[in-house]
């Protein structure tokens, strides 16, 4: 309720984005998986195993304009989901767009974005250095990355921001100035949660707590196996619930 009577403020935030070429050298040892039968204590069995062999190859990307936020006084993981720009509407600097617009200037540096970049374009080659192996099972992995045609800009984006607060908390929304798309914290009520975790994995311990006493009198095999399930299922529930929540509240 609080966020919707916020007041909204409109401003260019800087960003930084950088264009390159990475080529990678890979090598790695890939595990392919075997079945094979055997005769044991008279009669024949299958087992798996995984058989390990060296695997190379060479990767290329080429990135284009990957964005970097040039401030830190606005949540970074908020600004992420947000810049979604079609920069190909960018524009050389006039005054005339800042009217009715606040500005800020830049106080991540060059070096340190220019880092921040390289460390996303690194994983992103080394992804697909992985996508090249005979299978997903990977071990030892090493890779020799280089980069090449490497260029940026520096450029100011529109941002809507609202600030608002609760319980002594401060929290953010954001709307993409040219997009629409918005995004934001709200708080979480951690005590709700712990009761709504508490609720979904309760049947599965009661439920397993039945079971132990039925097996001390040789029954109970079947209550078992009904607990173990309904402990999986409020497990997976309350993870995704706590996951949503964390989302929301630890931006």
């Given at each position: 309720k609080?966020?919707?009577v916020?007041?909204?403020?409109g401003?260019?935030l800087?960003?930084?984005t ?7 050298d890979?090598r790695?040892?890939?595990?392919d998986?075997k079945?094979?039968r ?25 990135f284009?304009d990957?964005?970097v936020?040039g ?12 810049q979604?720009?079609d920069l190909?509407?960018?524009a050389p600097?006039?005054?005339k767009?800042?009217?009715g ?5 830049y106080?991540?540096?060059?070096e340190?974005?220019?880092e921040t970049?390289?460390q996303q374009m ?8 992985r996508s090249?192996a ?9 890779m020799a990355?280089?980069f090449?045609?490497e ?6 984006l529109?941002?809507?921001v609202?600030v608002?607060?609760?319980q002594d ?8 100035g ?5 995004t934001?914290?709200?708080p ?9 975790v508490?609720?979904?994995l309760?049947?599965?311990v ?7 006493i039925l097996l001390l009198?040789g ?6 196996i ?6 999986i299922i409020?497990?997976?529930i ?14």
């Open positions: 609080m966020a919707r916020a007041e909204f403020v401003i260019y800087p960003f930084w950088f264009d390159a070429t990475t080529r990678a890979w790695a040892e890939v595990g998986t079945t094979e055997h005769y044991s204590n008279g009669e024949w069995r299958t087992r798996t195993r995984t058989v390990w062999k060296w695997e190379s190859g060479r990767a290329r990307r080429d284009d990957v964005l936020p401030t830190a006084r606005l949540s970074n993981v908020l600004l992420g989901r947000i979604h720009y190909r509407q960018l600097y006039e005054p767009y800042l009217a617009l606040y500005a800020q200037a106080d991540v540096l060059l340190q974005a220019w970049a390289r690194r994983e992103e080659t080394q992804s697909t250095c090249q005979s299978t997903s099972k990977i071990r030892n992995m090493s990355l280089d090449a045609e260029s940026w800009r520096y450029v100011l529109p941002v809507y609202a608002y607060m609760t908390k401060t929290y953010q929304v954001m709307i993409n040219q997009t629409g798309e918005i934001g914290q709200r979480v009520d951690w005590t709700k949660i712990s009761l709504v508490a609720a979904l309760a049947p599965g009661l439920a397993g707590l039945l079971a132990i009198v029954v109970g095999v079947f209550v078992g009904i607990a173990f399930i309904l402990l409020g497990g997976i309350s993870a995704v619930i706590v996951q949503k929540a964390m989302e929301m509240d630890d931006v």
